[in-house]
């Protein structure tokens, strides 16, 4: 069974920065494809970002328009999402997904969902 688990969120001014960290973990499982989402209250969850096959195709949202970077280590099954120039509209629940194919923010082929980390941008 694979166990995602996200960190990092917190609290932060606008224009400040975070970094949020995502592990996955099971048996012998590796991460191909890594995603971070964010969800409001009341809406659907939305991609930010994705990684796949360790860098060789990286996606982003069009409202991050350069100011998130996400990277992977694949020796720690891990993923960061640096999160800089953060603006109250960023204030959401990020969630870290991992699956095996690159579609749809990794979501064509899910393994498992994070619990979540928030993060609130104060004006």
């Known amino acids: 069974q694979v166990q995602v688990a996200e960190s990092g969120g917190g609290s932060v001014q606008a224009g400040g920065s975070l970094r949020l960290s995502c592990v996955a973990s099971?048996?012998?499982?590796?991460?191909?494809?890594m995603a971070w989402f964010r969800q409001f209250p009341g809406r659907e969850r939305e991609g930010v970002a994705g990684?796949?096959?360790?860098?060789?195709?990286?996606f982003y949202a069009k409202f991050v328009k350069g100011r998130f970077t996400i990277s992977q280590d694949t020796a720690k099954n891990t993923v960061y999402l640096q999160m800089n120039s953060l603006k109250p509209e960023d204030t959401a629940m990020y969630f870290c997904?991992?699956?095996?194919?690159?579609?749809?923010?990794?979501?064509?082929?899910?393994?498992?969902w994070g619990q979540g980390t928030l993060v609130t941008v104060s004006s």
């Open positions: 997904a991992t699956g095996s194919a690159p579609g749809d923010y990794c979501r064509e082929a899910l393994d498992a």
């Open positions: 990684i796949f096959n360790g860098g060789s195709s990286v």
């Open positions: 099971g048996y012998h499982y590796s991460a191909n494809c």
